[in-house]
C-alpha cells in the first residue's frame, strides 16, 4: 500500500495525533503547519507497526516526521535502547540528536545518545553507558560500538534509516546489513530517502516487511521559493566569475558548492587573499574544527561557506540568501538538495549556477525534474558590481541612525576638518573611502560575457588549442617516465559518453587519498570506458574506495588489466 498524499486537510499537529508534552515543545519551536511529509509519516507510524519506505527530499522536514512518532512510542520507564536512527553524515547524526533534544524538552525521562566518529570515543561510551532509549548514529562509528560491547541492539524495537540512499552512495552498505543482523527480526523498520535507486530497493526487499510507502509531490522537486539563474563560463573564468556574483550581492549569505575536497581548499584560499569572510567544509575537518565553523557561520561571523556535497549533508542553516554551484553535480538530485538550503520556511532564496557548456547540456533534464524556470543572467560587469556595491551602502544610511549627542563633542574638530569642501566634494571622497577598492578593482576589468571562450572560438584558437592539449600530453607523459615504480592498468567503467577527461579521472582518484597523490601514466579514453595505468601502491585503496562513487549517474567500478 503507498499514500500519495494526506487523506484530508491537515490544521496542526494535534490533528495528527501528537501527544500533549511533544505539542508543547513543538511550540516553543514555533512549528505550527505540519509539513507534507509530516502529515502522511507521523500518523502513519503512529497508528501501525509496519513498516515504512518515505521518499522525500532534503529539507521538507522529514526528522520530524519520523522523530515526532516515534518518541511517542517510546516507555520512558526502560533505560535500554528502543530506537536506533542511522545517518550517513555526523553533521547529520548531530542535527537529529539536537532536534530530538528540543521535542523532548517537555517529556520527561526519554534520552538520546549521538554516536559518531571525529570525536572522543570514550565521552559518547559514558553516555550510552548512562541509558538512553534513543540512539543516533553513523554507521561506522554505531558498528564499532556494536563490536565492542558497549551497544546491545537486542531491544530495539524501531531502526529508522535516515537518508538510505546517500549512506549506500557513501559505501555503506556492508556496514548498515552488519548492524540491521544483529536487531530483533521483530521491530518496526523506517526508511527514509531522497531518491530509490536500486541500492535502497535491495536492501528494502531484505530487511522490510511489506513495507507501506509514502511520496511526497515535493520528492525531486525545487522549492517554490527559491529563483534558479545561471551563468555561462569558460572554465578559465569560472573564479572570477565566482568573485562576480558575490560582488555583485553584498549582502549575501550562503554557501558555495565544489565537487572535491581539494576545490573547496583552493577557493578558500583564494577568497581570502581576496578579502572574504570565508571558511571551508569538507572531510579533512575534525569534529571540533567542523563545529567551530558551523558556530561561526550561523552566527554570520561569516559571509560563505565553501563546501562539499557530502560534508555538507544534514546542515541546518536559517536564512540563507544564497546558494553558489560554483560547478554542477553530476547527480542532477543533488542539484536539488544544493537549492533546497535555502529559500526555506517561506523567505525567498536565490541558486546561482556557474556552467560550462558541456554542463549546460544537463539543463533541460535539470529543469524537468525542479519544475521551475531557469533563467540565463549575463555575468555581473564591473559598473554593474560597483552600482550594487553602491546601492547597498546607500541603502544602509536609511537603518543608520546620526547620534547627534556624540557629535556635538566633535563640533569643532569636524567643521575644521571639512569646511574646505562642498557638498558634492565630501559625498565624492566618502564614497571613494567606501568604496574605491571595489572601483579600482573592476574599473577595466573585462566584460566576462565577451570572454564566453566555450562559445565563441574561432577555428584556429580550437587548434591551438589541441596544439596545446598535444603538447601538454607529451610533457605529462615525460614526466610519468621519470616515475621508477611499478604501474598498474586499470579500467574504468565511464568513457567520453559520460564526459569523462583526464582532469576529472585524476580529480577522481585523487579523492580516494588524503595524503601524496598517486602517479599516473597513459590515459585512454573510450565511448563507455576508460584505460589508464596508476602507480601500482595505489590500486587496491582506489579500487575499494572508487566503488562508493558516481560520476554522471554511472555507479564506478574499477577492474585490473595488467600488472607491470
Known amino acids: 500500500m503507498s499514500t500519495n498524499s494526506p487523506q484530508s486537510t491537515i490544521l496542526s499537529f494535534s490533528d495528527l495525533g501528537v501527544e500533549q508534552d511533544l505539542l508543547a515543545a513543538l511550540k516553543l519551536l514555533e512549528f505550527e503547519t505540519p509539513t507534507e511529509i509530516q502529515a502522511l509519516a507521523v500518523p502513519q507510524i503512529l497508528k501501525s507497526e509496519q513498516d515504512l519506505i518515505a ?34 553524515t555526523r553533521e547529520l547524526a548531530l ?49 564499532d560500538f556494536i563490536k565492542r560491547g558497549d551497544l546491545q541492539l537486542e531491544k530495539i524495537a524501531m531502526v529508522v534509516l535516515d537518508e538510505a540512499d546517500e549512506m549506500l552512495k557513501m559505501g555503506f552498505q556492508e556496514d548498515l546489513e552488519a548492524i540491521l543482523e544483529q536487531t530483533p527480526k521483530e521491530k518496526q523498520t523506517l526508511l527514509f530517502s531522497a531518491t530509490m535507486p536500486r541500492s535502497v530497493e535491495r536492501i528494502a526487499l531484505r530487511y522490510l516487511i511489506d513495507p507501506h510507502r509514502i511520496f511526497t509531490a515535493q520528492r525531486n522537486v525545487g522549492a517554490v521559493d527559491v529563483e534558479h539563474i545561471y551563468y555561462l563560463v569558460h572554465p578559465d573564468d569560472r573564479y572570477a566569475a565566482l568573485k562576480r556574483l558575490v560582488d555583485a550581492n553584498p549582502n549575501m549569505y550562503g554557501i558555495i558548492f565544489c565537487r572535491t575536497r581539494l576545490e573547496t581548499t583552493d577557493i578558500v584560499v583564494q577568497l581570502r587573499k581576496d578579502g572574504y569572510i570565508v571558511d571551508v567544509l569538507n572531510g579533512d575537518l575534525s569534529q571540533k574544527q567542523r563545529d567551530w565553523v558551523m558556530r561561526q557561520f550561523r552566527s554570520k561571523e561569516l559571509q560563505l561557506l565553501v563546501a562539499t556535497d557530502v560534508a555538507a549533508r544534514g546542515l541546518d542553516v536559517n536564512n540563507l540568501t544564497h546558494v553558489i554551484n560554483f560547478n554542477m553535480p553530476d547527480e542532477l538530485e543533488v542539484y536539488v538538495h544544493r537549492s533546497g538550503r535555502t529559500g526555506r520556511a517561506g523567505q525567498k532564496g536565490t541558486a546561482l549556477s556557474l556552467m560550462s557548456k558541456r554542463e549546460h547540456n544537463k539543463l533541460k533534464a535539470l529543469k524537468k525534474m525542479v519544475k521551475q524556470p531557469f533563467n540565463q543572467h549575463q555575468i555581473p560587469t564591473g559598473p554593474e558590481i560597483y552600482q550594487a556595491q553602491l546601492t547597498a551602502m546607500l541603502n544602509k544610511l536609511d537603518s543608520t541612525s546620526a547620534s547627534e549627542e556624540i ?29 574605491g577598492t571595489m572601483l579600482k578593482t573592476y574599473q577595466n576589468a573585462p566584460d566576462l560575457n565577451k570572454n564566453s571562450r566555450s562559445q565563441k572560438r574561432s577555428k584556429d584558437d580550437r587548434s591551438k588549442r589541441r596544439r596545446s592539449r598535444e603538447t601538454s600530453g607529451k610533457k605529462e607523459s615525460s614526466r610519468n617516465k621519470t616515475f621508477k615504480g611499478k604501474t598498474t592498468t586499470c579500467k574504468i567503467n565511464v568513457g567520453k559518453e559520460h564526459g569523462i577527461n583526464p582532469h576529472r579521472l585524476m580529480g577522481l582518484v585523487n579523492e580516494c587519498f588524503t595524503g601524496p597523490k598517486p602517479h599516473f601514466g597513459k590515459i585512454s579514453i ?28 554511472q555507479q564506478l567500478n574499477i577492474k585490473i588489466i595488467d600488472k607491470k
Do not use: M, W
Open 526 to 553: 573510450q565511448k563507455n570506458n576508460t584505460v589508464f595505468e596508476l602507480d601500482a601502491q595505489a590500486v587496491s585503496t582506489t579500487v575499494n574506495a572508487i566503488r562508493s562513487k558516481k560520476f554522471s549517474g
Open 407 to 435: 557629535l556635538q563633542q566633535y563640533d569643532d574638530l569636524i567643521d575644521e576638518k571639512l569646511k574646505q569642501y562642498d557638498s558634492r566634494e565630501l559625498i565624492q571622497r566618502l564614497l571613494n573611502l567606501l568604496c
Open 55 to 88: 521518499l522525500a527530499q532534503t529539507g521538507t522536514g522529514k526528522t520530524a516526521g519520523f522523530a515526532l512518532p516515534c518518541i511517542q512510542k517510546l516507555s520512558a520507564e526502560h533505560l535500554h535502547s528502543q530506537l536506533l536512527i542511522l545517518s550517513p
Open 95 to 143: 542535527q537529529t540528536a539536537r532536534a530530538i533534544k528540543q521535542f523532548c524538552k517537555k517529556k520527561k525521562g526519554i534520552k538520546a545518545v549521538a554516536l559518531y566518529g571525529g570525536a572522543d570515543i570514550s565521552t559518547q561510551k559514558r553516555a550510552l553507558k548512562k541509558g538512553a532509549q534513543i540512539v543516533v548514529g553513523t554507521p561506522g562509528r554505531t558498528l
